[in-house]
């Protein structure tokens, strides 16, 4: 029997979009957030290098804004990047006022890192584990909240809908019994996407599920092409993929080749602290060029220095008998982050009145085509703080970009989607299976892609057999999985140029005459 329960607004998400989110309506009236798995199990966790912000002496938001555009391949929308780096230092010192426990300089002030494409220091971090102690203290602030309930191991399966306006969410709860919540504004904070490639940087519960509400729902997504796959993810057969921070070349670290030879200067002026779209070809191209593997080496860094500035990233090393301050650690590129998904305003409205989203799964155009490093949980601080604020007024649609342009519905009915997205008749229901979605993706949806792959892979997932109204947490997991990775697909066919994090062997270079828009997606059941 399916339960309704009644709140002011609810957050699907416990990273740090939704709940800076929280924290900002619970003023406002009762709020209940749903996480998919443990409080701390997101992205935000995971987060290991530091949080950007204009903060030093040598900085200021302009330069910031510059950064990030050009990290962004020429797609930045503009107005998404001023709103960023000009509020983003107030809710930093904010996170500081509640108790989060940055490194310190010497003289007191937070102690600031370097990655990549930045041009000065400005990353503020909490050892290799900054993204752990900012979901700490927000967490700590959300828990002393009457009038904020949360929900752990709540799988969500979609937004109501009713008249053109979302109104709330269905869920299955731990125990697999269905529920509703209705609420007067709903909020997807739901994360990133990685999981559907088989090799991510991402936790387990990044599957892109928000995307696919919102999607399902009939809001519009852009940028879905643009999957930043980042490039030092633990590269050993047998050990997890765990993500091998860009803090590291921050502080000095150096790729090698096989021969033990510094090669990126070859590749890119910037070195081993060029945008992470070059750094993760260059490493395939690499090994390819040098037949061996690419490894990461701080060998001529004070060992002391390397165990104390990154404790996490050494001890998970060791657990698999490395020495990260003395040994060569193998590295390779994997999914980290995807700039497209649900569209929105820069005040998290949707096309959907009454819909907003905040943090990865949102696309205010703020990336562009490729993430500057640590812009992410500044990305949720930020956003996430100004969704509250527009939560609390009439619904009413995002004032979207007008550089969006909706995708060709020519090309759409051609590949047999012409808004049946969903359709049983549109499929010849060929089982497809979660591994078998994710190694496809990987394959032919990853770092390089090419016309011939990318239209094979379009083609295996319109024919995969999913319930058209899924019954069981298991079918959800399979029709959110499989949305996604087709909305990525098609998008990566669909753009007929090299940009950021999207590479066409097939058309290597940026075009910028047919190609600088952002391109929008829309179901239309």
């Known amino acids: 029997m399916r339960t309704t329960r009644n709140v002011d607004y609810v957050i ?51 330069l910031h804004a510059a950064d990030t555009i050009r990290a962004g391949d020429g797609l930045c929308d503009e107005a998404a990047v001023r709103v960023l780096v000009e509020h983003g230092p107030q809710y930093v010192r904010e996170l500081m006022a509640w108790g989060a426990r940055f490194d310190l300089a010497a003289d007191g002030r937070p102690a600031l890192g370097r990655e990549a494409a930045h041009s000065v220091r400005r990353v503020l971090h909490a050892g290799d584990a900054t993204g752990r102690e900012i979901g700490r203290v927000l967490w700590e602030r959300v828990r002393a909240l009457s009038s904020v309930d949360t929900i752990d191991h709540a799988l969500v399966t979609g937004v109501l809908v009713d008249s053109g306006l979302a109104g709330g969410v269905r869920y299955f709860d731990a125990a697999g019994s269905g529920h509703e919540v209705r609420a007067r504004a709903t909020l997807l904070a739901t994360g990133g996407a990685g999981q559907v490639f088989s090799e991510t940087t991402n936790p387990a519960v990044a599957t892109g599920d928000g995307i696919a509400f919102g999607f399902d729902a009939g809001a519009r997504v852009a940028d879905l092409e643009f999957v930043q796959f980042h490039p030092t993810a633990l590269n050993r057969a047998g050990a997890p993929r765990f993500l091998i921070s860009e803090a590291l070349r921050g502080e000095g670290a150096r790729l090698v080749n096989v021969r033990g030879d510094p090669f990126m200067t070859r590749y890119h002026p910037d070195g081993d602290l060029a945008p992470r779209d070059v750094v993760a070809r260059s490493i395939v191209r690499e090994s390819e060029a040098s037949g061996g593997p690419v490894s990461l080496t701080l060998a001529h860094l004070d060992a002391d220095f390397v165990k104390r500035r990154f404790p996490t990233i050494a001890a998970m090393c060791a657990q698999i008998g490395l020495d990260l301050a003395r040994d060569l650690i193998p590295v390779g590129p994997a999914a980290h982050y995807i700039m497209g998904g649900v569209d929105t305003d ?131 997991r399979l029709h959110n999985l499989v949305t996604v990775a087709r909305l990525v697909a098609r998008a990566a066919c669909r753009r007929e140029e090299s940009r950021g994090g999207h590479f066409r062997a097939d058309f290597p270079a940026r075009d910028d005459l047919h190609w600088k828009i952002h391109v929008v997606d829309q179901h239309y059941g």
């Not at 998400?13 to 199990?41: F, Q, S």
């Not at 085509?369 to 996430?384: D, K, M, Y």
């Not at 997205?421 to 591994?435: E, G, N, T």
């Open 346 to 476: 820069v005040w998290g409205r949707t096309s959907l009145p009454g819909l907003f989203a905040a943090g990865e799964v949102a696309c205010t155009g703020l990336h562009g085509a490729n993430r500057l490093a640590s812009n992410s949980l500044l990305e949720g601080l930020v956003f996430g703080a100004r969704a509250a604020l527009a939560m609390q007024e009439p619904p009413r649609a995002g004032a979207l970009g007008s550089d969006r342009v909706m995708a060709d519905r020519s090309w759409r009915m051609a590949h047999g989607t012409d808004g049946g997205d969903h359709q049983p008749d549109a499929m010849s229901h060929q089982p497809l299976a979660i591994a078998s979605v994710r190694d496809l993706m990987w394959r032919s949806v990853g770092l390089f892609r090419t016309r011939e792959g990318l239209t094979a892979a379009v083609e295996t997932l319109d024919r995969a057999s999913v319930p058209a109204s899924p019954a069981t947490v298991d079918e959800w």
């Open 12 to 62: 699907v998400g416990g990273g740090v979009a939704g709940l800076r989110a929280a924290i900002g309506l619970a003023p406002a009236g009762r709020v209940l957030v749903l996480t998919k798995a443990e409080p701390a199990e997101s992205n935000t966790g995971y987060a290991q290098g530091g949080i950007a912000a204009a903060m030093g002496d040598d900085d200021s938001p302009a």
